[in-house]
């Protein structure tokens, strides 16, 4: 039995170990923190299974790459809501609709009765938008918490400590999944900030993830059940990741009521920060050297694109199915 050593357990070094544990190797899994919370970058995800919207800003390989992801989450966690994404505009930013639908693929045009049928609770404030039947969401923090438990069922050892990638020499094959925390080795990793809020609005039910198109911070909207709200936006060029600023707060909060104004009475649950990992490029990177390999650099796609490159992993260790992978360096 292959023996391997992996270190972060957010959403990469989880995924990795399913792949992993899955071919029948020996998982030992170190991470500082523990079991998933809020410690780890993922913990604040919006959990967007959504490749085809993401192809609006980001490379070609992020939909091609993250074109399964949905039914891998469903595979191995059964939680994934297939319920679309529906894009959405205010008159005024109409452009930025059209804008939006010339960059991407795989959407129907809805009109102002077709959206009203979508989501009952949007009444007739938005006259078009884009609806992308296929995509899906998940809830970040009950994910990690099944593919958690689910490793710990097949056996994988997690240990509540630190662990120095250089020690490969001794640990043998080791897997640096540590996200910004690498970023002492990788030189070229950078942060980007995000940032998140949750709502509390029973007066509001929406089934599907929500983007609303804005010059400034495009929103989005993700339902968590039982009227509770993940309300995401910023992407900050920055490390900082102690608290939301007060202009991000603003523009989110006023963002989420132009959606609904029934979120006007919503209570804010949470405000959290996260350091996301990202390259130049905002592509993800395995690089090898000898018994190490450093999967890093997803950005803000973590949750679509950890499945594929956990099976990336799984081919260059086993030998099987080997495809030219993006971003695939030997040191």
């Known amino acids: 039995m292959v023996e391997i050593t992996i270190i972060g357990a957010g ?3 989880l995924c ?3 792949e992993l544990r899955d071919r029948g190797a020996h998982v030992q899994l170190y991470d500082r923190g523990g079991a998933p919370g809020a410690h780890s970058c993922s913990w604040w995800a919006g959990g967007m299974l959504a490749p085809y919207c993401e192809a609006e800003s980001a490379a070609p390989e992020v939909l091609r790459l993250g074109g399964d992801a949905a039914s891998w989450w469903q595979q191995k966690t059964g939680l994934v809501q297939q319920k679309g994404s ?3 505009s205010q008159h005024r930013d109409q452009g930025q609709l059209r804008q939006f639908a010339r960059r991407t693929s795989h959407f129907d045009h809805v009109d102002r009765d077709q959206i009203a049928a979508l ?3 949007l009444g007739d404030r938005f006259s078009a938008g884009l609806l ?3 995509e899906a969401h998940i809830c970040p923090r009950s994910a990690l918490t099944c593919l958690h438990q689910s490793l710990l069922a097949d056996g994988v050892d997690f240990i509540q400590a630190e662990r120095d990638p250089a020690d490969s020499a001794r640990l043998g094959l080791t897997i640096d999944c540590r996200g910004y925390g690498a970023r002492d080795v990788l030189s070229d990793l950078r942060g980007v900030k995000g940032e998140m809020l949750m709502l509390s609005c029973p007066d509001v039910s929406l089934s599907r993830t929500l983007r609303l198109l804005h010059p400034r911070i495009p929103l989005y909207v993700v339902p968590r059940g039982n009227g509770i709200f993940m309300v995401g936006a910023t992407m900050i060029e920055s490390s900082a990741s102690s608290h939301v600023t007060a202009r991000s707060l603003l523009e989110m909060l006023s963002a989420a009521y132009a959606l609904s104004p ?4 919503a209570e804010v649950l949470e405000t959290g920060v996260d350091t996301r990992p990202a390259f130049a490029d905002n592509l ?5 050297d000898g018994n190490l390999i450093r999967v890093n650099g997803f950005y803000r796609h973590g949750y679509l694109l950890a499945p594929g490159f956990g099976r990336r992993v799984g081919d260059m260790i086993f030998g099987t199915n080997q495809e030219e992978n993006i971003h695939e360096h030997s040191a």
């Open 11 to 13: 959403v990469v070094g």
């Open 284 to 288: 993800p990177r395995v690089q090898r």
């Open 132 to 134: 992308f039947a296929s």
């Open 119 to 121: 989501e009952p609770d």
């Open 262 to 265: 029934a979120f006007g009475e």
């Open 86 to 88: 529906l894009v959405l």
């Open 16 to 18: 990795v170990a399913r």
